[in-house]
């Protein structure tokens, strides 16, 4: 439990960040009707199974234009 204590200073922001990430991406694969690549079923197993690398890939890559 010691350990824990002493880097839940650093764990805690890079949970908070991941999650919130994951979520904002989460939710703009599903609002968003165009990709580049793929359906939306693909970019939302890649954001959720994915965990920090996913969401960062579907707005790098996956986002279409906006209409």
């Known amino acids: ?25 989460l939710i703009h694969v ?7 690549f793929g359906n939306k079923v693909i970019w939302i197993i890649v954001v959720l199974g994915i965990q920090v690398i996913g969401p960062v890939v579907y707005f790098v890559f996956g986002r279409g234009e906006e209409e």
Do not use: D, S, W
């Open 30 to 36: 599903i609002k968003h009707p165009n990709y580049r």
């Open 1 to 25: 439990m010691e350990l824990f204590q002493t880097y839940a200073a650093a764990i805690i922001p890079l949970l908070i960040l991941e999650y919130g990430l994951a979520i904002g991406a």
